[in-house]
């Protein structure tokens, strides 16, 4: 099996978040205070056990390699520098040029958040007839709409997913590619429509998972209000929802194959409604299976560790100690 690496495009302007991108490059604009988008993506890359990323720059570059350097929390750091802007193709040419041909990568859109699970999309991906895999969503419509019967308006639906899927801006590549006769402009309308006429491109999807392109102001506000009370964690995330002197409401995302450290708190008794998604809680001598709309209560000092065989969404409602946790064992390298 290859050794996969990252890449991130990070060399664009961000003209229509001026003049905020006039003295930062869009991927350090911070979605909450001291984090930024491309702090995101590479937490995201050494939760999923990628240890080197390729930083593909070129406006305000010196910003970027100031900020993270050559390393990074545990994160290997080379930069890819295109001194002048010929696209996007240009700029993963340069970067496959950089890696070793026996290196497998997955690229991503340097303004892209998304709780996708990578450890998943490569591990489909290395298992593909195809040697390009790319990351599809369904389109959410930028408006509202209505929905008719005969010569009435009977609904109205606040800016609903679509029947349509799009490419989402994260692509895994296990092996280099072929550029073809292509040398400028952007790889989503030179390479992929050739690679798919000649059935080379394989799609990774999942649904209902929160994904965000941050190219305009009104992004910028939807997704700081998303990270307004959320961290996220190696496994996923943990939202505060409600918190008062009586009782503390959490929504908790595990993806797929993950699972939080063992941990228990000393005060805090807390109910877990499981949303959606399966797994098990373990304890220390047993394993509590559960499924969608199933409740499970634990109680003070009982050590135990969430565990989801697919992607899991619960609301966690506890008595009021949101800094109570004990851990005993981290699965994953903290933050």
Known sequence: MAKTVGMILCGGFGKRLKPL???IPKPLIEIKKGYTILDKQLFDFKSANINKVYLLTGFLSEKIEERYGNEYKGLKIEYVKEDEPLGTLNAIRLGMEAIDDDKQCVIRNGDVVADLNLKKMIHLG???NYPLTIFITKMQSPYGIVEISGDKIID?????????????????????LDFGDF??????????????????LGFYKEDGLFWMAIDTSKELEEIRKE???REDKPWGYEKIL??????????????????TSFHYHEKKDETMYIIKGSGYI??????????KNDIIRIKPKTPHSIVAMENTLLQEVSTPHPEDTIRIKDFYDRW
Not at 250 to 258: G, N, P
């Open 227 to 229: 990270y307004k009370n």
């Open 183 to 200: 040398e400028t402009g952007d790889i989503e309308k030179t390479i992929f429509p050739m690679m798919a006429k000649e059935n080379k």
């Open 126 to 128: 290395e298992k593909s």
């Open 282 to 291: 373990e304890f220390e001598d047993k394993k509590k299976y559960f499924s």
């Open 21 to 23: 991108t006039d003295k």
């Open 156 to 176: 109205f639906k606040e800016k609903p997913l679509l029947n349509y899927y799009i490419n989402a801006g994260v692509y895994f590549a296990k092996e280099p």
């Open 242 to 259: 409600i918190n008062t002197d009586k009782y503390l409401t959490k929504e908790l995302f595990i993806k797929e194959d993950y699972r």
